[in-house]
């Protein structure tokens, strides 16, 4: 047989490596996100510096993260498109997305990071703040975080339902918006309460209250992307499920199985099996196909006899 009609004839084993998740929609309503968030960005810093509100400056700053995070977002969404069939990423660029996201949890973390520094030395060193005109910024600083999370809360919310696909890059950018409404009313209330009240202590409380949350929501991103980023392996109830849908069935031994994460939705898995029959891969493929999320596999028959019969 010729190398020519050799190629041809194999053709039906090749087949797509790009298990990305590729959200155009999604891609877009980041970008509107993105430049909504930068203009309040800028407008929540000059005027919190100008009335010395540490509310306000923490939520301009935590906006500018924001804007950086989403600027993240939209380039991983890129790239990973761009590269989707290059051969140079062995299972596609899933993890890419991913990469994003576990990249804006950091991003949060580092906020609220600040936040708590910010806030403590307001606590020693106070400052006289302009409510009026903090309390109107951080009022549009609100409006438009709400906004934005309108915007992502469909796609985020199509993504998270049950057995539909997860896009851990959008949900970042979701958990960001988010974390930018919850500092905008906190802020709010602080001058509210510091303006009617004489509570100027409630300025950094709010400060350090909202970097609690914002470091939970930074811990809860990271614990659902770093299993991904680390290959770690399905629930044991899915592998040996596999392993009994072989040997239950066969009079065959699973010597060896490994199962790791391509993105957040797409598992691949390599099984070593034992037989003294001639059953082919495709024999085994076939005896797990009822578990669509193992979208790469890959079997290795061992023979006990020197020879496959």
Same mark, same amino acid.
Request: proline letters at 0%; glycine letters at 18%.
């Given at each position: 047989m010729s190398r020519r009609s050799s190629q041809y004839s194999s053709n039906h084993l090749k087949h797509s490596h790009d298990f990305s998740h590729h959200n155009i929609k999604g891609?877009?309503?980041?970008?509107?996100v993105l430049i909504l968030t930068a203009i309040t960005m800028v407008v929540e810093i000059?005027? /919190?510096t100008i009335s010395s509100s540490m509310a306000l400056l923490a939520d301009g700053w935590h906006m500018a993260t924001h804007v950086v995070a989403f600027a993240i977002t939209l380039f991983t969404y890129r790239y990973a498109r761009k590269n989707a069939n290059n051969p140079a990423f062995s299972? /596609?660029? /899933?993890k890419v997305n991913v990469l994003g996201a576990i990249a804006s949890a950091i991003a949060l973390a580092v906020v609220a990071l600040f936040m708590v520094v910010e806030s403590v030395q307001r606590f020693f060193e106070p400052q006289q703040i302009r409510f009026t005109e903090a309390i109107t910024v951080a009022f549009v600083g609100l409006v438009v975080n709400l906004a934005g999370a309108m915007l992502l809360r469909e796609d985020n919310q199509h993504n998270h339902t049950r057995g539909r696909t997860q896009d851990h890059n959008l949900h970042a950018a979701y958990i960001h918006v988010l974390a930018d409404a919850l500092t905008s009313l906190l802020a709010i209330f602080a001058l509210v309460a510091g303006k009617l009240g004489g509570l100027y202590w409630c300025d950094p409380l709010m400060g350090i209250v909202g970097a609690i949350m914002i470091a939970r929501w930074s811990l809860a991103l990271i614990q659902q992307t770093s299993p991904i980023l680390l290959d770690r392996s399905i629930g044991d109830s899915i592998r040996f499920d596999m392993i009994?849908?072989?040997e239950g069935k066969t009079q065959d031994k699973v010597t060896d199985i490994h199962i790791w994460k391509l993105d957040a939705n797409h598992y691949s898995a390599i099984i070593s099996v034992l037989t003294s029959t001639a059953n082919t891969p495709e024999c085994y493929k076939s005896l797990i196909s009822k578990h669509p999320q193992i979208a790469h596999i890959t079997v290795e028959v061992n023979y006990t006899n020197s020879e496959k019969r």
């Open positions: 891609e877009k309503r980041t970008l509107y000059v005027f /919190g299972f /596609g660029t /899933g009994d849908a072989i």
